[in-house]
């Protein structure tokens, strides 16, 4: 009678996990259609303060160890007079480590991303790489509008320069990364230290970033738009709206860099860029330009994930592949290995399979039982109040 129970609810299990990876656009792997369930149905909103469920933890691996790091939060000057938050983990005890200076994805607005809601991404790339990490606050529409962001970006990067010894730091071994709007952020920083005979950076991260304000007739931002896949075409449109109201703007290079003249002199890049996401092609696109100017660029498409994955490597398989990935790149920017690109090609990052994919169907479920009993939970919660309130009503009726 148990195993008949058993397996009757690992069959309705399955159609639910089924059900949520279905999608008009093709089948996604299940964590992925489960994760994506969890964030459209807001069964999860990620937070600082989010953590994976444990047993998720015990599963994929990412156990609570110890870490070699401190973190400081701070404050870092501008040249308007103004203070930016940041938040820096350092090794301890370091001297003369790599630095990386973060710049927060989000839509360039507030309320959609901060150095809080990005904090997971910094921690890992810190205990993983060795370095000091700075994840910088810079301002948001709507309130600031372009180009503040951009200079806030820059003189966040001039301030880490100057003060980089007395955390520890490599004054001449700075790195520059960032996811989605971020990435388009830490690229722009790239160019105006070009530009302005700033630092002489050693690499730059770009996590799926955004490169182009205008209205390409781009295929993947109209297959990955609806907002299914954590970013739609509404977002987009009231991010472009808000932080550059003019469309004149969208012709400056530190806005939309894939349409600058060149881009040649910018540092080593790796691109990531997620199968099903709206901002595909135009990362793939910058790319190709980086590598057409002369900058020797890695592009990994990471396939059956969507835009932001990285926020969930502590789920996701492929995250944490993602994380690796950069980290072995500027490891080599590090070491100064001789790397010479041939011809430009999008290097294809399968989705996880053999053992590592079934363990991801084993997780998926689990994290599909977990969903279900929040969602029962609430509904739950919703009967037993409208009941309430019904009772309370003809009690009342019966009074008068």
């Not at 459209?40 to 790091?69: C, D, M, W, Y």
């Not at 103004?82 to 820096?88: S, V, W």
């Amino acid at each position: 009678m148990m195993l008949k129970l058993t397996i009757g609810f690992g069959m309705i299990l399955s159609s639910f996990v089924s059900g949520w990876s279905n999608t008009s656009e093709g089948t996604l792997p299940a964590k992925t259609g489960v994760v994506l369930h969890a964030i459209n149905n807001q069964l999860i909103v990620p937070s600082e303060n989010l953590k994976a469920p444990e047993f998720l933890t015990r599963l994929t691996g990412t156990s609570n160890v110890r870490p070699s790091f401190y973190r400081e939060d701070l404050t870092i000057p501008v040249s308007d007079g103004e203070f930016l938050d940041a938040r820096m983990y350092a090794p301890i005890q370091s001297e003369d480590a790599p630095i990386i200076v973060y710049y927060h994805g989000g839509a360039f607005m507030e309320g959609y991303g901060s150095i809080q809601t990005h904090d997971n991404i910094v921690r890992a790339l810190a205990s993983r790489s060795g370095a000091i990490v700075i994840s910088v606050g810079y301002r948001l529409a709507p309130k600031h509008i372009f180009p503040k962001a951009v200079e806030d970006a820059y003189d966040a990067l001039l301030y880490i320069e100057q003060q980089a010894s007395v955390w520890g730091g490599d004054p001449g071994n700075i790195t520059v990364a960032g996811d989605s709007a971020g990435g388009n952020i830490a690229t722009v920083t790239a160019m105006k230290a070009r530009d302005f005979n700033g630092p002489e950076l050693t690499a730059q991260l770009l996590y799926y970033p955004l490169t182009t304000f205008h209205d390409y007739p781009l295929e993947t931002r109209e297959q990955y738009s609806s907002g299914q896949y954590l970013l739609s075409r509404s977002v987009m449109e009231k991010a472009r709206a808000t932080y550059t109201p003019g469309e004149d703007m969208w012709e400056n290079p530190y806005v939309s860099p894939l349409d600058a003249k060149t881009t040649a002199g910018l540092p080593p890049a790796f691109i990531a860029t997620a199968e099903f996401d709206p901002l595909r092609d135009e990362g793939e696109l910058y790319a190709e330009k980086l590598f057409s100017d002369g900058v020797y660029v890695e592009n990994l498409r990471y396939e059956g994930v969507m835009h932001g994955f990285l926020s969930f490597y502590e789920v996701m398989t492929t995250g944490n592949l993602a994380i690796d990935d950069s980290l072995a790149f500027l490891s080599s920017q590090w070491e100064e290995e001789e790397r010479v690109m041939v011809g430009f090609q999008v290097i294809d990052r399968e989705a996880p399979s053999g053992f590592s994919r079934v363990r991801e169907e084993i997780e998926a479920h689990v994290a599909a039982a977990y969903l279900l009993s929040i969602q029962f939970t609430q509904l739950f919660h919703t009967f037993v109040e409208q009941a309430d309130g019904f009772f309370q009503s003809e009690i009342s009726n019966e009074a008068e």
